[in-house]
């Protein structure tokens, strides 16, 4: 429980995000005021009414929006104040699951996935082509590797961007609303995906969405945002 006083959380060795008094301003409007919570390994799930500050937060976890105050930590690493280079290496390690997707749609499913590798790593061809396979294998997407995105169904398309997030082998990934549009059967299997890769790498999923019912079969923890700020934090009850 974060309780009254979210500002006053210690840092513990264990927190994957630490996240201590962030205030964003976004035009007119303070989107998160002193926002304080910790993220640590396992799937958490930051639920909240529409509006509430939710993608604000998950862009601000990788720097993508800068803050009026406070600190975002990752590992320990200052995400919102480091040098480019830091940044680069704090993003290689957090990966971000948008939406819809987000896939390209001239490039197939493993150039999708390899893409950012052959940007980003010194990897061989043989280690890229490793990583995208055992990706896609984990999201039960062995055979899809040359299809193009039109190809694929609506959930196709989306454990696709999981397997591209998962080919990086990320610390954590961040996913923005994954099972927006998703009826509850394909609900189950995105979040029994997001499950299942959630151990090592990833060590932390973290999950924004409004699904409740997803949330209460699926989570570690759930963190409620209310108007721009964390103000509970527990786990689910069981049964
Ligand atoms: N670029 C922007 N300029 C001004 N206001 C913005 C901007 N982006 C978002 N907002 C406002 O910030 C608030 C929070 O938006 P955000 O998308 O983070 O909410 P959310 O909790 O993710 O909502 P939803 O669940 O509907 O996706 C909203 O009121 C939104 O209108």
């Keep these: 429980m974060i309780g009254a006083t979210p500002q006053k959380l210690a840092h513990q060795p264990t927190d994957v995000f630490s996240i201590d008094n962030v205030d964003v301003q976004l035009g007119a409007k303070r989107v998160l005021a002193h926002c304080t919570l910790r993220i640590q390994a396992g799937v958490t799930c930051i639920v909240g009414q529409s509006g509430t500050g939710k993608s604000t937060l998950l862009k601000a976890m990788v720097g993508l929006i800068p803050l009026a105050r406070g600190s975002i930590r990752f590992r320990g690493l200052e995400v919102s104040t480091s040098h480019v280079s830091m940044l680069a290496e704090i993003r290689r390690n957090v990966a971000f699951v948008f939406q819809n997707g987000a896939l390209f749609s001239s490039l197939s499913v493993f150039d999708n996935c390899a893409l950012a590798l052959r940007e980003r790593d010194h990897l061989s061809v043989h280690e890229i082509e490793l990583r995208v396979f055992d990706a896609l294998e984990r ?3 062995s ?4 299809r193009m995105p039109t190809e694929l169904s609506g959930g196709m398309m989306k454990r696709a961007a999981i397997a591209r997030a998962l080919a990086q082998h990320p610390d954590a990934i961040l996913f923005d609303e994954p099972t927006t549009g998703a009826d509850p059967i ?3 299997v995105l979040m029994q995906h997001i499950r299942a ?8 999923s973290v999950i924004m969405t409004h699904d409740i019912d997803a949330v209460r079969r699926f989570a ?3 963190i409620l945002l209310f108007e721009g700020n964390a103000i509970w934090d ?3 009850l069981a049964g």
């Design 139 to 141: 999201v039960g997407l």
């Design 143 to 146: 055979g899809a590797h040359d």
């Design 186 to 188: 394909l609900t189950t």
């Design 197 to 204: 890769i959630t151990g090592s790498r990833p060590a932390a």
């Design 220 to 222: 570690d923890r759930i």
């Design 234 to 236: 527990g786990v689910p």
